[in-house]
């Protein structure tokens, strides 16, 4: 036993040793591309939304040959929906898998969370569709296809005093969540500066179940609105909850309304109410109408803002890696190589090239990243009227 | 003064849901002296149970919602959820019955954290919505007061249960066996009473309230998850705590008084000091009066 044991090991270290480098090899004709996102939890939708935008776009981008010849790779992970397990997701994808790219997230506390591990690892981030300003501030490497929330505070401020002619409001955010806070302040700024006054400004907690306390305050003080910068769980529980306190009042709400859950929790709550998105899937704009069908065929789902901004953000990133193939044969070849000094140089070039994006054709409109890293783009006002969403209007930056 | 009284009514309502689980930890701590931190994810399964039950019998889709459906998601999640607790004092707390007490608080932990992953595992981490089983309808109790129907069954089903468990426990043979082995396991075991048989009905019922009050909680706030019974379980262990460990009518004011301050605390003080009230009262409750409210002083031996 003993002798055949000398003479076999060899003979599998061999095998393993080429099996190994064969392995290796087959890896390197693919570029791997990491995303995380919020596949299960309180905004599940958010996650699975943006997962089938970016899954469309890659499927469709390798089917037609890939970039330079190379396929692109993407690794999902799932954050849970929640900060902490997002720094997870990002530490296991740069360090584990070598991905040299990552996409992510739709919450901005989440993108916060992460973004700090890709600047520090030199491997840029977009992230598809978190508006809090803070997140690209993390540094050069953080990138996003969206508008920021002081257009969009800005955008639903006029809409509501402009248009709707609103001059008493009230605010009910989310003290948890980056995004809602800074929305709600947005907002808050901007009404005021347009004359208008608010009259309560509530807070609650994600994950929170009850939140009669505060809106009873709320309707103690009559506003002729509410402003509820959340994510689609909570707005929906809330809008119930306020209309059976006798609060009818219309809300309005900025894109973490967006979820196709959001009416199935609301039912017939948010009636008479308006929010904002990042596209419209009516548009008769070809880019958006061939993209909605082939979602559709694919998913059996109408496509929200939240997956035509991650099939955006696929688009921006891989629109630079083709950049790189077409200028710089050995700096792409890095790309899919091993992790070495090569590679971080040829994402640094990634980099520069994705902050260079400009007038990139999107579904979501034309994308031009700014010197801070942001896309500037209209927002999509739509209103809900028996449990179904129409368009409103179209606001330019 | 409209204002307050909306908040007390709601609070009342919000409550009863804290005093029927409450009611778990009481009767399992007197018969016992085990404090079951189990409790608030038999809890998180009742609501489940309750959710699936009316998700099987179509309500919504199928079957129009009724009363007499929603008494029968909730006796079926009730008995769903007194079979668990029946298991879990098997399986868990039987084996360390002759153990410290310390293991037993342990083994207590080990078992939430089992309901809460398998809760994640099975039913999965996002929040469902629970089917309206009966049809909502707002109700003005005075001007400027307005209760929904849901809220108003809230408040009546936990007062039916109360009631019915207080005279359970006075009136029949079982009932003053459970008092009997509360007051003394190992005498109440001399006198011929089944102690292991009582403790295993003391799991039972105790569980069945806290599938009540998951359904009761999946009525009025449809949402629905696995890790939803963490809080809640700590507030009403605070309740029990609050209306004295080991008194059934105890828990129940206990309970009420923890909605009522919550409610009462976010609308008057701010919303980030929510969960911190259950805390604050639990501080002083052990300092003023450790006893709690209705509970009373007992010489330890040590």
């Given amino acids: 036993m003993v002798r055949i044991g000398r003479i076999l090991s060899p003979a599998v270290f061999t095998l393993a040793v080429f099996l190994l480098f064969t392995g ?50 993407v690794l999902v992970e799932d954050d849970q929906s929640r900060p ?13 898998d070598g991905v040299v790219a990552v996409l992510g997230e739709v919450a901005s506390s989440r993108s916060l969370a992460a973004a700090p591990i890709c600047q520090n690892a030199g491997v840029p981030m977009i992230s598809p569709s978190s508006t809090n300003p803070k997140v690209t501030e993390i540094g050069d490497h953080i990138f996003r296809v969206c508008y920021i929330d002081p257009f969009q505070g800005m955008v639903i401020a006029k809409f509501a005093r402009n248009t709707l002619h609103f001059s008493k409001g009230a605010v009910f955010r989310d003290n948890k969540n980056d995004y809602s806070v800074g929305l709600a302040n947005y907002f808050t700024e901007s009404f005021k500066g347009m004359g208008g006054t608010i009259v309560a400004d509530e807070s609650y907690s994600e994950g929170d179940q009850d939140f009669k306390a505060q809106l009873t305050n709320i309707k103690g003080k009559k506003p002729e609105f509410i402003f509820v910068p959340g994510y689609y769980t909570e707005v929906g529980l809330i809008a119930r909850q306020a209309r059976e306190l006798g609060l009818t009042v219309p809300m309005l709400g900025g894109d973490g309304w967006v979820s196709d859950r959001l009416l199935e929790i609301a039912q017939d709550a948010l009636n008479g109410s308006y929010f904002v998105n990042h596209y419209y899937e009516g548009d008769p704009n070809p880019i958006v109408q061939s993209f909605v069908q082939s979602y559709r065929k694919r998913y059996n789902a109408t496509p929200d803002g939240l997956a035509a ?35 971080k140089a040829a994402r640094a070039r990634l980099t520069t090239l994705i902050a260079a994006t400009k007038d990139f054709p999107g579904v979501t409109g034309r994308i031009s990243l700014d010197e801070h890293r942001n896309a500037v783009k209209p927002a999509v006002f739509l209103g809900i009227e028996n449990r179904s969403y129409k368009f409103v209007a179209t606001v330019e930056p | 003064m409209q204002e307050f009284f909306q908040q007390l009514a709601n609070g009342v309502a919000w409550g009863s849901i804290y005093a029927l689980i409450a009611l778990g930890y009481t009767m399992v701590y007197g018969t016992l002296r085990l404090i079951n931190f189990a409790h608030g994810d038999v809890y998180m399964v ?28 909730l006796l079926g999640s009730m008995a769903i959820c007194a079979l668990l607790g029946i298991l879990i004092e098997l399986l868990a707390y039987r084996p360390v019955r002759r153990s410290s007490r310390l293991t037993a608080l342990i083994t207590a932990i080990g078992v939430s954290l089992f309901l809460e992953n398998f809760g994640i595992r099975v039913f999965g981490a996002d929040p469902k919505f629970f089917p309206q089983v009966i049809a909502p309808r707002t ?43 509360a007051f003394h396991r190992d005498a109440a075991s001399l006198m011929g009473i089944p102690v292991d048989r009582i403790i295993t009905i003391t799991f039972a019922i105790g569980s069945a309230l806290a599938a009540a009050a998951g359904f009761l909680v ?5 949402k629905i998850e696995p890790l939803m019974g963490i809080m809640p379980g700590i507030k009403a262990f605070v309740a029990a705590v609050l209306g004295g460990i080991g008194s ?19 609308g008057y003080i701010s919303s980030t000091y929510r969960d911190a009230i259950a805390f604050v009262i639990l501080i002083a409750v052990l300092l003023i009066r450790p006893a709690g409210l209705l509970g009373r002083n007992v010489a330890e031996k040590v």
């Fill in chain 1, 24 to 73: 290796c090899a087959k890896r390197e004709a693919e570029i791997k591309v990491g995303e995380y996102g919020s596949l299960t939890g309180s905004t599940a939708t958010f996650g699975i939304s943006s997962k089938n935008g970016i899954e469309l776009f890659v499927d469709n981008l390798n089917a037609s040959g890939g970039i330079g010849g190379k396929k692109v790779h």
């Fill in chain 1, 84 to 96: 902490e397990e997002a720094a997870t997701a990002v530490n296991k994808l740069i360090a584990q």
């Fill in chain 1, 309 to 343: 901004l991650a099939y955006d953000a696929a688009g921006v990133l891989t629109n630079a890696m083709r950049q790189l193939s077409t200028q710089d044969a050995n700096a792409f070849e890095a790309l899919s190589g091993p992790p070495n000094a090569d590679q």
């Fill in chain 2, 46 to 73: 009742g609501a489940f149970a309750a959710y699936f039950l009316a998700r099987a019998l179509g309500v919504g889709t199928v079957t129009e919602a009724s009363p007499l459906l929603a008494a029968v998601v």
């Fill in chain 2, 139 to 181: 109700i003005t109790l005075a001007e400027g007061v307005l209760v929904t129907n849901h809220q108003i069954t809230v408040v009546v089903v936990s007062i039916v249960l109360m009631v019915a468990l207080t005279l359970f426990i006075k009136r029949t043979r079982t009932g003053k066996a459970m008092r009997a082995v």
């Fill in chain 2, 218 to 222: 999946g009525l009025t706030n449809p």
């Fill in chain 2, 248 to 266: 059934v009518p105890g828990a129940m004011i206990g309970g009420l008084l923890m909605g009522i301050s919550e409610y009462l605390v976010v």
